[in-house]
Nanobody, 117 residues
Framework: QVQLVESGGGLVQPGGSLRLSCAAS????????MGWYRQAPGKQRELVAR???????GYSDSVKGRFTLSRDNAKNTVYLQMNSLKPEDTAVYYC???????????WGQGTQVTVSS
């Protein structure tokens, strides 16, 4: 059973930075896509950033230029570096991994990010 374990959330002031980590229990090249989603209170879960097996990355318009997704293949870990944080970035952040054959969708337990002065 695949496990995704997130860490790195917390409370930060506006303009600050945080780095989230997502450690997978297996080889991350097993997955076709890995990414980060977030869900704020009263809102739907939304995609923040994703990386394909081939290394292509994509970001939502709201975080483009501020967040950077990267991975460490040796550690089976993906990271989300978040800079210039804004109060509207406050949410629970979830790591996600997907396979196509067979179709599987895995989620971490979530980590809280709060941006507040």
């Amino acid at each position: 059973q695949v496990q995704l374990v997130e860490s790195g959330g917390g409370l930060v002031q506006p303009g600050g930075s945080l780095r989230l980590s997502c450690a997978a229990s297996g080889n991350i090249f097993t997955f076709n896509v890995m990414g980060w989603y977030r869900q704020a209170p009263g809102k739907q879960r939304e995609l923040v950033a994703r990386i394909t097996r081939g290394g292509s990355t994509g970001y939502s318009d709201s975080v483009k230029g501020r967040f950077t997704l990267s991975r460490d293949n040796a550690k089976n870990t993906v990271y989300l570096q978040m800079n210039s944080l804004k109060p509207e970035d406050t949410a629970v952040y979830y790591c996600n991994a997907q396979t196509i054959i067979p179709v599987n969708d895995y989620w971490g337990q979530g980590t809280q990010v709060t941006v507040s002065s």
